[in-house]
């Protein structure tokens, strides 16, 4: 290791790094029991493989982990989730084709899209991607897409290719989908950032898209929309793709789990001689070199990892997990115990517990700014629902209270979790949430108050009405009066009631109004 007086002369390679791309979704009209309606909806789909409630043993190999994971660090918060696996599609990077052609991907050619598939076979740098879906009750999802990246042989990747490499789930790429998936596609591509989807051999179709839109036009719009096959003669409607508005989380974990050199048992030295190409990697940052030593020393200072064998850097939207030579054996007893049967698996599986609980971070800012559109949406109905109001909140309260009170037993855990609220904000997402609560209900309550007083005035009108009819009756009984033979008087003591009642009634309001 360098000292402080001399610069290290390796330069940090990566042999071996994975990457979460996560996308965030709300539905803005959840059915209910939104968890089993959901799984109904999504079951129907051609690229589905498995659920939460799937057997153990039939579950696959990251779902079964993942599950496992998150029921043990979330066990109060896990009965309010449900968790899918998809089949795996592939995905290679667009840009040197995009250098190569000079125009943008929708412009692309059908034989372009071929073109760019046929290379990516030749050099060989498909990635395979593995799609998961988590679900909130509050009608919340995160697709999230698990990708590795390893070099077999060779000193391995240097950080430029792996920023490269991870922010291809940012942007359209050329996918090759089995035909589960292409089945799984929107019929009308018009409505989709979807241009074309290109049959190939074996039922594998090639098309230049991004992951996000994968989790827009067949989860999201699935869930909100369930669009089965029209019947005969009725025409399938256009269905609307979710506004940004509904997307308001997009984040990435970055997992380098081996580097060359291997940081050592001790981290902060590590971390300090490579903190340039370390954030640039966790934030995903092709100019890292140009940052501001400040800024990148702001960035990695703070550890929120409990455990020796690794460190876990919060990075903007991202998360940078590093592992250390102390991974080593943990990864062999995690094989031993029998938590993992391989050692991708006892990978994840380890990762899982930090991706776990930073998903729980993403629910949570995704229930907070559901639940304020919600309360603006019922703010500016042009009648107020006050029945719609109250189970709006209570729901909010009942999604909300697990984050009062803790999803995880553990007390680390605990700590990691208000650290990492602490850092995207949540605080102020929370404040926001409550002056609106507390806004809608000073306004429901002025509302109905409102109508009520306007309804007691009507009443109030109506005795007035009654009141001079008796008060006439009194008259003409006591004054011998008929409408026979007199009516001309007669009616004119009616009115002259009726004035009368309705003159000291808008007396006695001016009055109580001042």
């Given amino acids: 290791m360098a000292t402080d007086d001399e610069p290290s002369k390796l330069p940090l390679l990566i042999r071996q790094a994975n990457a979460v791309w996560r996308d965030t979704f709300v539905v803005d009209s959840p059915p209910p029991h939104f968890l089993e309606t959901s799984l109904k909806r999504l079951e129907r789909l051609p690229c589905f493989l498995a659920h939460s409630h799937t057997p153990w043993k039939e579950q696959p190999d990251e779902l079964r982990v993942l599950e496992r994971v998150s029921r043990n660090v979330a066990r109060s918060g896990y009965d309010s989730l449900l968790r899918f696996q998809f089949a795996d599609f592939r995905l290679t990077n667009l840009r040197p084709v995009l250098a190569r052609l000079r125009r943008p991907p929708d412009e692309f050619e059908e034989q372009d899209v071929l073109t760019a598939a046929q290379e990516a076979d030749r050099r060989r740098t498909w990635v395979t991607v593995t799609p998961v879906l988590l679900l909130h009750r509050a009608g919340v999802g995160i697709a999230e897409y698990y990708v590795t990246f390893h070099t077999p042989s060779g000193p391995g990747h240097t950080p430029e290719e792996v920023i490269e490499l991870v922010r291809m789930g940012f942007q359209p790429q050329v996918l090759s989908l089995p035909a589960e998936w292409a089945s799984a596609l929107p019929a009308d591509l018009e409505q989709t950032h979807i241009r074309q989807v290109i049959p190939v051999l074996n039922g594998v179709h090639v098309t230049v898209a991004g992951v996000r839109d994968l989790s827009q036009h067949v989860f999201a719009d699935r869930l909100e929309h369930d669009?089965?096959?029209?019947?005969?003669?009725?025409?399938?409607?256009?269905?609307?793709?979710?506004?940004?508005?509904?997307?308001?989380?997009?984040?990435?974990?970055?997992?380098?789990?081996?580097?060359?050199?291997?940081?050592?048992?001790?981290?902060?030295?590590?971390?300090?001689?490579?903190s340039a190409p370390l954030r640039g990697i966790g934030a995903m940052d092709v100019y890292y070199h140009e940052r501001a030593s400040?800024?990148?020393?702001?960035?990695?200072?703070?550890?929120?990892?409990?455990?020796?064998?690794?460190?876990?850097?919060?990075?903007?939207?991202?998360?940078?997990?590093?592992?250390?030579?102390?991974?080593?054996?943990?990864?062999?007893?995690?094989?031993?115990?029998?938590?993992?049967?391989?050692?991708?698996?006892?990978?994840?599986?380890?990762?899982?517990?930090?991706?776990?609980?930073?998903?729980?971070?993403?629910?949570?800012?995704?229930?907070?700014?559901?639940?304020?559109r919600r309360l603006d949406l019922l703010v500016a109905a042009p009648v107020p629902e006050r029945r719609a109001m109250i189970a709006t909140l209570q729901n909010a309260l009942a999604d909300l209270i697990q984050y009062q009170e803790n999803i995880t037993p553990y007390a680390t855990r605990i700590e990691f979790l208000e650290r990492a609220r602490r850092y995207h904000k949540l605080d102020d997402l929370v404040e926001r949430f409550e002056r609106k609560q507390n806004l809608l209900l000073t306004y429901a309550t002025e509302y109905h108050d409102f109508r009520e007083a306007r309804a007691a005035e009507f009443l109030n009108w109506i005795a007035g009405l009654l009141a001079a009819a008796e008060l006439t009756n009194i008259i003409i009984t006591l004054a011998g009066i008929t409408p026979q033979n007199q009516p001309t008087l007669y009616v004119a003591i009616n009115i002259v009631s009726i004035v009368l009642v309705f003159a000291v009634l808008w007396f006695l309001l001016r009055r109580i109004r001042r």
């Fill in 227 to 274: 669009s089965p096959e029209p019947a005969k003669g009725k025409r399938r409607l256009k269905q609307k793709p979710p506004a940004e508005s509904q997307r308001p989380t997009g984040s990435t974990t970055v997992i380098l789990n081996e580097t060359n050199p291997m940081p050592p048992e001790h981290l902060p030295p590590f971390v300090e001689e490579y």
């Fill in 294 to 372: 400040w800024l990148v020393e702001r960035e990695l200072h703070d550890n929120l990892s409990s455990d020796q064998e690794a460190g876990v850097f919060l990075l903007g939207n991202s998360e940078l997990i590093l592992y250390n030579q102390a991974v080593w054996p943990i990864l062999e007893n995690i094989r031993q115990r029998r938590l993992a049967d391989t050692e991708a698996m006892a990978s994840l599986y380890l990762s899982a517990h930090t991706i776990v609980l930073m998903e729980w971070v993403y629910l949570q800012e995704a229930l907070l700014r559901a639940y304020i």
